[in-house]
Each structure stands twice: as C-alpha cells, then as structure tokens.
C-alpha cells in the first residue's frame, strides 16, 4: 500500500492533542482589530479545541499526526 499524503492546507492549521483531538487557532484576529475588545482579543490568542464532529474529517486529512 502506497503511502497517503497528508493535506498540506490542514497540516498547517490544526495539531493533534494528546487525547486525540485536535487544536486550531481562532479566527477574527488578523486585522480590524481595533474595534474588538482587549477581553475578545486576548480570549482568541489561546488555542481552540476543533468541534468533535469536524474530528473524523481532520484525521482523515492528518494521517501521520
């Protein structure tokens, strides 16, 4: 069996957490940053859990991570 590639797009943007799901980071926080709050802003810096639903999808893409 050959090996799979893995989607560059995604390897790019999510990362396998230790229990098996995977982390991303927030959207919203590239530009336009002066009318969000410093509470919203500081909030998006930390790591987002990817939804459980999207998790199948993701491994699939990863599927060395």
Do not use: E, W
Not at 31 to 53: D, E, G, M, V, Y
């Amino acid at each position: 069996m050959p090996k799979l590639k893995t989607n560059r797009g995604a390897a790019k943007r999510f990362k396998r957490t230790a229990s098996g799901g995977f982390k991303c980071s927030h959207s919203h926080r590239r530009h336009i940053l002066t009318k969000k709050s410093t509470k919203r802003k500081r909030q998006l810096r930390n790591p987002a859990a990817l939804h459980a639903s999207d998790v199948r999808s993701a491994a699939r893409l990863l599927p060395y991570s």
